[in-house]
Nanobody
Framework: QVQLLESGGGSVQSGGSLRLSCAAS????????MGWFRQSPGKEREGVAV???????RYVESVKGRFTISQDNTKNTLYLQMNSLKPEETAMYYC?????????????????WGQGTQVTVSS
């Protein structure tokens, strides 16, 4: 079993920055892939960024160059640094974990989910 707890959400103005954190616990082999997803009202959940156990990353095209996913294995913590935020990126952001070795941006590939942290970007 894996437990995930997100933090770091909040309200920022357009162009601002936030860093999300996700504290993970439980079976390390069940979280070979870790990722951030987001969902806003009326929209499907979207994969934002994922990282595997050796640090390889994947991003959705819209955040490339602005968001950075990273992990600190000594602290069992996943991060998402978000810069130059846009109002349309207002959403609930979720941390997720998968036992798959190949990390996907598809949410159905993830087995464990946190409760989410709200990010609100005002114009």
């Amino acid at each position: 079993q894996v437990q995930l707890l997100e933090s770091g959400g909040g309200s920022v103005q357009s162009g601002g920055s936030l860093r999300l954190s996700c504290a993970a616990s439980g079976n390390r082999y069940s979280r070979s892939c870790m990722g951030w997803f987001r969902q806003s009202p009326g929209k499907e959940r979207e994969g934002v960024a994922v990282i595997d156990s050796v640090g390889s990353t994947r991003y959705v095209e819209s955040v490339k160059g602005r968001f950075t996913i990273s992990q600190d294995n000594t602290k069992n913590t996943l991060y998402l640094q978000m810069n130059s935020l846009k109002p349309e990126e207002t959403a609930m952001y979720y941390c997720a974990a998968s036992r798959n070795r190949w990390c996907s941006l598809v949410d159905t590939m993830y087995n464990y989910w946190g409760q989410g942290t709200q990010v609100t970007v005002s114009s």
